[in-house]
């Protein structure tokens, strides 16, 4: 049976509005896939900034937190620094105040000529020479050469050594220093240093330790005190 032309173009509308039903759900598919890829990507996209962004923050918190412990440790060394120079130069006041308390010892006639006998004996031994010169303050010179011949009679007792001993008259100590003896033997090639102020640095360089100990209180962390 022949179709009308009604029913022809009844059809053709039927199929075209199937048509354009199907490409609207397909387009509508389409754009639904395309918004979740789109939503996953960005997604993606923001957790992949985050993180660098976390990283970023994270490693700045570090270069941050490292700072911190330098500038930390710096002012602590400083500090202990400061600290330690402190302690060093109440240790030089203290030695400074020593010296200005042995300058007293030459005051004082009848010690200080027994020092300076103790001085020159001790030395005597150490160079076991039968020719010595003797370099004094100018103004200890004829203390000096008041009891020298006392002195080579001990040397000689204890020894069983002659000595020939004589004062320089041509150079002395500084008048400033606290006086003692510088002996010279073997014409100048030897010489022993025998002054105070020798004296107090060698046994401050013994006693500071326990100076240091004395004042401040014993180092925990010290295992050698010399």
Known sequence: MA??????QKQIKHMMAFIEQEANEKAEEIDAKAEEEFNIEKGRLVQQQRLK???????????????????????????????LKVREDHVRNCLDEARKRLAQIGQDRQKYTEVLKL???????????????????????????????????IYKNISKKEVVIKVDQDNFLPAESCGGVDLIAARGRIKIVNTLETRLELIAQ??????????????????FTD
């Open 3 to 8: 179709l009308s032309d009604a029913d022809v």
């Open 119 to 153: 001085l020159i004996i001790q030395a005597l031994y150490q160079l076991m020479e039968q020719n010595v010169t003797l370099r004094v303050r100018q103004m200890d010179v004829s203390l000096v050469e008041s009891f020298i011949d006392e002195i080579q009679e």
């Open 53 to 83: 962004i976390m990283e970023y923050y994270e490693k700045k918190e570090k270069q941050v937190e490292l700072q911190k412990k330098i500038q930390s440790s710096n002012m602590l060394n400083q500090a202990r620094l400061k600290v």
């Open 206 to 223: 013994q006693l500071v330790p326990e100076i240091r100990s004395s004042l401040f209180g014993r180092n925990p962390n010290r295992k």
